[in-house]
Structures are given as structure tokens and as C-alpha cells.
């Protein structure tokens, strides 16, 4: 983890010498933006990994010495059938092109939406799921 929030850190400092040599080139706001928007979040992402690597275990991928076999097992758990993501998925569409056509689409795009957050929290509260 130590690796990853380092190139994250290095990113970003490309990211911000691109953000202002594009913003001195080009003197178009929405893209100088966006880049030291980019910049900030490979900041928070670094800092963030960098931060939690001093609280875990080295992993294979901190040493020099590890093969690919040294992280192999479980990953963790993923939900093995979920529609919760397609109705998110569907919602948020909906809303994007609230943003672009009109905003009275909203109206049927959050409904759609917090029904997929509310069915997604709760996926293993109930059914064939439930936990005991």
C-alpha cells in the first residue's frame, strides 16, 4: 500500500505542473479547473494510502522479494446477484441527462435513485439473504 500512495503523491505533482502549464498556455478556465481538481483528489487518494499504510501489515506488493503467489486468496466478499446496482445505474443516467435537457427529469431520476440506495443498504436484511 506504501507504493500505491507514493505514485498517487508523484501523480499528482505531475498533475498540478500539467494544471498550471496548461492554465498558463491555454488561459481556458474549465480545464485548468478540472486539472487542479484532479490534482487535489490524487492528494487526498495519496495522502489517504499513505496514511493507512503505516496501520497495516506490509503487503507482497511493498517487497521487493514477493512473487504474485504471496497475495493470492480471498479478496473479500461481493455480492454474487444484486440489481441494486442497475437501478443506481439507470437513475443516475436519468439524471445526468436531467443536467443536459432539463432539470423536471430530476423528478424521476432521485426517486429511482434512493430506491436503489435504499435497496443496496438493505440487500442483506431481508429474503434469501437475511443474516441470523
Known sequence: MKIQGKMFLW????VLIMAVVYGVWS?????TTALF??????VMVGYYL????RRVDAMA???D????????GEVGFFSPHSWQPLALGIGG???FMGVAVGWWIMYFSAPIILVGIWGWVFEYYRGENQTQ
Do not use: M, R, Y
Open 37 to 42: 481538481l484532479a490534482f487535489g483528489l490524487c
Open 50 to 53: 499513505a496514511f493507512t499504510a
Open 65 to 72: 522479494e514477493a512473487d504474485v503467489a504471496d497475495e493470492a
Open 11 to 14: 501523480l499528482s505533482l505531475f
Open 93 to 95: 443516467a436519468l439524471a
Open 27 to 31: 488561459k481556458e478556465p474549465a480545464g
Open 61 to 63: 506488493q511493498d517487497n
